[in-house]
């Protein structure tokens, strides 16, 4: 397995249900993101770690709640969504320090709230 | 804030040239990127630019920077069926992580 592993590629859940949005990077990355892709709108940064740290958190709900247990993995606990928190939602890993490292996406998780 | 910005939609011949364009606000952006999400994918990086240059030539990428304009355009060559898809300019000041992303260019190739 190569690259960024996004699981599960979709999801539908109720508003009241708690989900997990998992990722998994196998490039030997330090820094890991969670991108939130709505329709016609520009990539929203939501989370970073950096070396296993957050480092940023964009305003984001409450609703949502990142967990970075180690460099490699990265998940997205989801509870008490709205339906307008449906969107794709994407992960990105990167080298922290080098002169260059740009971002690896995984396909994302489409996730569908109703 | 920073702004990215770009057009919604490109229509092309197969064969002929794309031209997208981006603009950006950022004036301290040190790397811009080019990404491609296809269909049920996530974002592939294509090529990026260090802002200390005005050009980059890849294959049929062409890359173009006017820093003074803040403005930022992919050329691709010949362009084929295989190029439809969504393309996403990026700016950073980092050389890691946290880009600001444009909402991307639907670009769809016709026979």
């Known amino acids: 397995e190569t690259g960024v592993t996004q699981t599960p590629r979709h999801l539908v859940m109720g508003m009241t249900n708690k989900k997990s949005l998992k990722c998994e990077q196998h490039l030997g990355h330090n820094a890991m993101y969670w991108y939130k892709q709505s329709a016609k709108k520009p990539l929203e940064l939501m989370f970073v770690?950096?070396?296993?740290?957050?480092?940023e958190n964009n305003s984001v709900p409450s609703r949502f709640s990142p967990e970075c247990p180690n460099s490699s993995h990265l998940f997205l606990h989801l509870h008490t969504l709205q339906p307008e928190d449906s969107a794709l939602y994407l992960c990105a890993s990167s080298q922290v320090r080098q002169v260059i490292s740009p971002l690896h996406f995984g396909n994302g998780t489409r996730l569908t709230v109703t | 804030g920073e702004d990215v910005e770009q057009s919604l939609f490109l229509s092309v011949r197969e064969g002929d040239s794309s031209v997208i364009n981006c603009t950006y606000t950022?004036?301290?952006?040190?790397?811009l990127y080019w990404y491609k999400q296809e269909p049920g994918a996530g974002l592939q990086l294509l090529t990026y630019?260090?802002?200390?240059?005005d050009m980059k030539q890849d294959q049929r990428l062409t890359v173009l920077l006017n820093k003074k304009d803040k403005h930022l355009s992919l050329r691709i060559a010949d362009t084929q069926t295989g190029d439809s898809a969504i393309y996403f300019c990026?700016?950073?000041?980092?050389?890691?992580?946290?880009?600001?992303f444009g909402a991307g260019t639907q670009v769809v190739v016709t026979p």
């Open positions: 950022d004036s301290s952006s040190t790397y």
């Open positions: 770690y950096s070396l296993e740290e957050r480092v």
């Open positions: 630019i260090f802002s200390n240059m």
């Open positions: 990026a700016e950073s000041h980092h050389s890691w992580g946290k880009l600001q």
